[in-house]
Every structure is written in C-alpha cells, then in structure tokens.
C-alpha cells in the first residue's frame, strides 16, 4: 500500500526517512483514538465469509510470492510482472526451466527439519531451529568454499547505526502540509491495520475459543505504531504468518510476543553487531530457507472447514467468499477487503429491504388469521396489512409500492396497517409513508395504524407525520387513527383500528371477538 501510494506521488519519494515515522506517528495516533471511542466495534459487521475468503487470498499470495526465493528464481521475475498474483504466476511459470536446484534444495532441507521436529518434538519452537540449523549447514559449506553454494540469496546486511531511533520531526516547516498529504494513506493503513488485526483475532480465537477485545487490540496497534514511529519502523499491524507461528508454537499468552519481540531485538542487535566482528550473520541466511518455513506456515492459514461451510450455507455467502478471494488476488489488499465487506453490506441490504406483508383477517373465533388467496375480505372495503421487518431506506421504496398495489383495488376504502413487528424506522421510511398517506387522502382513503410500538410511536412524532395521520381525527372524542400495541393482547389495537375504520364507513359495527388466553398471557397470532 506504501509502495503504490508513493509511485503516484513522485514528489514525496526523496523524503522516505521525513515522512515514513510522520506517517506511522498518524496511524498510531489514528488507531488510538478509534479505540478510545470504541470504533473498533464496528469491524464485528465484517462477515466471516468476508474473513475467510479475504485469508485465503492472503495466503495464496504469501504462498506465490515465497516460491520466487524458494525457487531461486528473484533474478527471473520482475517486480513489475509481481505486482499482481497473475503477473507473478505468469512470471514463475515462464521462468521455471531456470529453477535454481541448490536454493530449491536448500528450502526442501529446511522444510525436512521442520517437519521433523514438528514430528518427534512438538514443544520445540520447529520455526526457529530448523532456521538456525539449515543457517549453520549453509554458513559452514560456504565457509568450506563448497562452491556451488555461493550466489545464494540472502538477506541485505545492516549495522548499529541503521537500528538507531528516528524521531519524527514535528517542528519543522511545511509539517502541516505532509500531514495532510498524508492523511488519507494513514486513515486507510489505520483502518487495514485494524480490520487484519481483528480477522486475526477472529481467527485465532475460533481455534483457542477466547473472546477477543477489538477495541483493545485496536489499541494495541495505535501504541505498537507510535512505538514504530520513534523507532524509525515500517506501520505495523497483526500479521496473519506471525501470528499463526505464534499460536503453532505452542504460545498460551500475550507474553509470547514480548518475549518474540525481546529475542528479535536481541538477534538483530547481534547481527547488526557482527559485522564490526568481520562475519556479517546475516549473509548465512539463506532466503530459500525462510521461504519454505513460510510457505509451510501459509497453508496452516487454509481453514478448509470454514471454506466449505460458507460455500454450502447460502448463496450470498459463497458468493461473499468468491468475490472476496477473487479481489485480494487481483486487486491490492486495501482494495480487496473493501471490495469484499462491500458485497457483503450490499447483499445484507437486499435481504434485508424486503418487508414482509401479510394480509390478515378474523376469523369465527376472533383470532387474526393470514387471508388466503381464495377467501374474501369478511368486510370488502377493509383491507388489513401486517407488515414484518426492517423499514430502513433500503425498505421503504419497496414497502410503499406494495402498499399502494393493494390500494389500487377499487374496493378498497380503508387500510389498517398492523406495525407490530415493524422495525428500524428511520426518516426515509417515514417520508414514504408520508407519500402514501397523500396518495391515499388524494383517493378518499383512508389509513389507520394498529400494533404500533413505542418505538415506532416516538419515530412518527418526533418526524411530525403523526399530526397528518391524526388529521380529521376528534381527539376530544378520543378519536385517533394510530393504536399502540397492548404487549398482554396484541390483537386489541387491531380490534380497536377496524373499530375506526367501519366508523369511517359510516356503516352498521359488526362485532368483533378476540382471543385471548389468559394462561400464555398473549393473545393468539
């Protein structure tokens, strides 16, 4: 993300050591205040199939990325062919019959004890000696000057001074000016940092059965980050290979990292001081070796029982976890997530903005029944509607349609609609409903509102459409057009509204019974 941010940016490229500790500074700072006001519960609105299919990704492209050194083949494939996953797997394939056999062999001995290890030593941190050993083996043939393994790649020396601390320059002229350069690159590092710290979390927490703090773990990487900042780093977040080796090497609690971090500061210390010492370490570490170990960790990342349970839940799942893997392949990591959570919202919000209208009826024993397809309305002007769901924006277009469907029937003259399982009003399903009271009173219908809760009572007055429901309504007669529902018997406020709708017929009231069951305390639906 990093890399493509500043190729669009050629001006910001000459100042890498000025701006990298401003811009790691602002995702520290950024990641801490959204965990003070706990922003991080939001992340839990990324689906699992949006986890599951965004880490597979990652570790295909892991896996891909690894066998260039595996393979020995980084001299045969362009950083430009391997800025995408198809660029770079054309780019091996075509480069394959240049296989270098020594680096593939190196690899495969690494991954043998690796394996051997994880075998017949579990408790024994596999990742860790069988580098420090395949590192041993390839120093002492190099230092033997076993030819054929020179020209291997390793990783580029360092000294003392490149682990020194960088403070970021606050007071210093044109500050404000990078930082608002910088401040989309950062948002977006803060967030990524945070969503891949939390799937992590999710992940680990699936197989440990613990329940992780998200807003704490957000936390954890605004403190992590402002500690990179000072400390000259790259923007830091939970890594998917890192945190796996951590959990397969057997670590029970946050210490392990500490004391992973202390060794790791340690060794690099070590290694940076080695080459005052005349032996540079770090030149008998051969990338072949390391890539193998992750490779071998990548595939740990595979959760074959998720992948199939998303596949064969439903299709907006499956189709979640395709689109999702698909992206982080094809599109850069940032790109990816969004793309899936994204899909995700937009196929929830379909679901979801489809209300369910029911027409209902009473019958001989006073209990609201579904109308069937073939019965007539006892009373034909009178239609009443129960409506079940969510009335959000997504919603409302849709439920005002269906409404005013039924109202188009010339025999209609009343509508009662029964809001007693509605949900989730909000100012757009509240001008809809607007809409088609207008519609209706331009008709010379009529609408009533029956089962209304107090939520759905608070919405309507407090957004004012409840003096125009009420309008042409008595209230010193106690005459009203919306009736709240009674939680002890829920048909009473429907009772109650065909009670005022025969009244706006003008004709005889029928009697009408309810059910009520005094021992459920409810009345029958």
């Known amino acids: 993300m990093l890399f493509s941010f500043f190729s669009v940016n050629p001006n910001l490229v000459g100042r890498w050591d000025e701006l990298i500790p401003l811009l790691v500074f602002m995702v520290g700072g950024i990641a801490t205040i959204g965990a003070l006001f706990r922003v991080a519960d939001l992340l839990q609105y990324v689906s699992r199939s949006v986890l599951v299919g965004y880490i597979s990704g990652a570790a295909v492209l892991i896996i891909a990325n690894q066998l260039k050194p595996f393979l020995g083949l980084s001299a045969y494939v362009s950083s430009e062919s391997s800025s995408t996953f198809v660029g770079l797997l054309l780019g091996i394939l075509k480069a394959l019959p240049d296989t270098n056999f020594i680096s593939l062999q190196i690899g495969l001995t690494t991954l043998l004890i690796f394996f051997a290890i994880r075998r017949w030593r579990p408790s024994w941190p596999a990742f860790a000696l069988s580098l420090l050993v395949s590192s041993i083996l390839f120093g002492v043939l190099i230092r033997n000057g076993i030819g054929i393994f020179k020209g291997q790649e390793t990783f580029k020396t360092f000294g003392m001074s490149e682990l020194m601390f960088k403070m970021p320059s606050v007071f210093r002229a044109g500050i404000f000016e990078d930082i608002s350069a910088l401040l989309g690159i950062s948002l977006a590092i803060a967030f990524l940092a945070s969503l891949e710290n939390s799937m992590m979390a999710k992940t680990l927490a699936s197989k440990t059965g613990d329940r992780p703090d998200m807003n704490q773990d957000m936390f954890a990487v605004g403190m992590s980050n402002f500690a990179n900042a000072i400390a000259g780093g790259m923007p830091a977040s939970g890594s998917l290979t890192r945190s796996m080796l951590n959990y397969e090497s057997g670590a029970q609690t946050r210490f392990a990292s500490l004391i992973s971090g ?240 025969q009244e706006f017929l003008g004709g005889e009231k029928a009697e009408i019974r309810i059910y009520y069951d005094p021992q459920h305390k409810t009345a029958t639906e």
């Open 262 to 501: 202390a060794y790791t500061m340690g060794f690099a210390m070590i290694i940076a001081a080695s080459v005052k010492w005349g032996v540079p370490l770090i030149d008998y570490v051969p990338k072949a070796a390391l890539a193998g170990l992750v490779i071998a960790l990548s595939f740990s990342l595979f959760n074959l029982r998720h992948i199939r349970i998303c596949l064969r839940s439903t299709t907006d799942d499956a189709a979640v976890l395709v689109i999702t893997f698909i992206a982080t392949l094809l599109a850069p990591l940032h790109v990816a997530i969004f793309i899936g959570v994204a899909t995700s919202i937009t196929l929830f919000l379909r679901k979801a903005s489809r209300p369910y209208l029911i027409e209902y009826e009473f019958n001989e024993a006073g209990e609201l029944r579904e109308m069937g397809e073939k019965r007539q309305r006892p009373i034909p002007s009178i239609s009443i509607v129960h409506v079940e769901g969510d009335l959000f924006f997504g919603a409302a277009e849709l439920f005002r349609t269906q409404i005013q469907r039924i109202v188009l029937d010339p025999a209609i003259k009343i509508i009662i609609l029964r809001l007693k399982n509605a949900r989730h009003l909000d100012a757009t399903s509240v001008m809809a409903l607007e809409d088609l009271l207008l519609f209706m009173r331009g008709r010379g219908l009529h609408l009533v509102v029956s089962g209304a809760t107090r939520e759905v009572y608070r919405v309507l007055k407090k957004s004012g459409i409840l003096v125009t429901l009420q309008q042409g309504c008595d209230r010193r007669r106690g005459e009203s057009n919306i009736f709240l529902t009674n939680p002890r018997n829920p048909n009473l406020s429907t009772r109650a509204a065909l009670k005022r709708a």
